[in-house]
C-alpha cells in the first residue's frame, strides 16, 4: 500500500483557507473526531475544493493513500496529478515542481514549529502545576469551561479553536489555557447561543487576540528582566 504525505490547504469553519498541512496532520485529526467526511480539501494545484468523502470514498484511508481520482484510463480528471509505477508524479502544465516542494516544505515548516512550541519549557511553578500532555491539558480546561458555560457547546472547539489554544499551552502550560479560557468566560457573560453567528469563529476570535496580547506581554516581561539584569552587570 503506497503512503502518500501531501501538503494539503483546507478551509475552516470561518470559510477561510488555511494551510498547507500534511496529510497526517489531517488523518490525525479524523481520528479524533475532530473533522468530518465534508471536511473539503485541495492541493497547490486544483482550482476548487472537494470534501474528503468525494475524494476517499473509503474514510479508513483518507489522507493514506492517493485521493480517488482517477478515471477508468488511470487520467486524473483533476489534470494534476497521474500514476507513473506506484508515484505521483505532478505535470509540468498543471504545477511547477518547485513550487509543490516549497509548500511540502512550508507545510513541514508550519509543523516543526507547533511540535516546538507545545516543548517550550515553561517556568518551575508552571512545570508544578501542569500534568499531562498538551492535548489531555487543552481537554480538561475544555472541560471545564463547558461545565461554568452552559451556552457553549464541545463542537465550538474546532480544530482552529483547539489550535489556539495548543499555542496558549506552549507559552505557559495548562494554567496559560485556563487564564484564556477565563478571559473568554467573562467576555461572553449574558451571551446567548442566537446572538452568534459561528461560536468556533467568535472563539477563535477571542483567542486570538487574548494569544496575542499574552504573547506581548511576555515578550514585554522578558525585556525588562534583560535590561534589569544588563544595568546590574554594568554597574
Known amino acids: 500500500m503506497m503512503h502518500v504525505d501531501l501538503a494539503w490547504y483546507f478551509l475552516d469553519d470561518h470559510g477561510q483557507e488555511q494551510g498547507p498541512v500534511r496529510g497526517s496532520k489531517l488523518r490525525q485529526w479524523i481520528q479524533c473526531g475532530s473533522i468530518s467526511q465534508d471536511f ?27 485521493p480517488d481520482i482517477y478515471g477508468p484510463t488511470g487520467s486524473s480528471r483533476w489534470g494534476g496529478y497521474k500514476h507513473n509505477q506506484g508515484q505521483i508524479i505532478v505535470e509540468r502544465h498543471a504545477v511547477n515542481l518547485e513550487q509543490f516542494v516549497e509548500t511540502a516544505d512550508k507545510a513541514d515548516a508550519a509543523d516543526k514549529a507547533e511540535k516546538s512550541a507545545e ?16 492535548k489531555s491539558d487543552v481537554e480538561h480546561e475544555i472541560a471545564s469551561i463547558l461545565a461554568v458555560c452552559p451556552v457553549l457547546r464541545r463542537t465550538d472547539f474546532d480544530p482552529m479553536v483547539r489550535q489556539q489554544l495548543h499555542a496558549f499551552h506552549g507559552l505557559g502550560g495548562a494554567p496559560q489555557v485556563r487564564e484564556a479560557l477565563e478571559e ?17 469563529a467568535y472563539l477563535y476570535k477571542l483567542l486570538k487576540n487574548a494569544f496575542l496580547k499574552a504573547k506581548a506581554a511576555r515578550y514585554e516581561k522578558a525585556g525588562a528582566k534583560r535590561l534589569e539584569n544588563h544595568k546590574r552587570s554594568g554597574s
Not at 473539503?40 to 493513500?65: I, K, M, T
Not at 517550550?120 to 500532555?133: H, V
Open 40 to 66: 473539503r480539501v485541495r492541493l497547490l494545484n486544483w482550482d476548487g475544493y472537494s470534501s474528503v468523502q468525494e475524494l476517499w470514498p473509503n474514510s479508513e484511508v483518507a489522507f493514506l493513500l492517493p
Open 119 to 134: 516543548k517550550a519549557t515553561p517556568s518551575k511553578e508552571t512545570q508544578a502545576q501542569a500534568a499531562g500532555t498538551t
Open 184 to 200: 473568554v468566560r467573562v467576555v461572553i457573560i449574558g451571551r446567548l447561543r442566537e446572538t452568534v453567528k459561528s461560536w468556533p
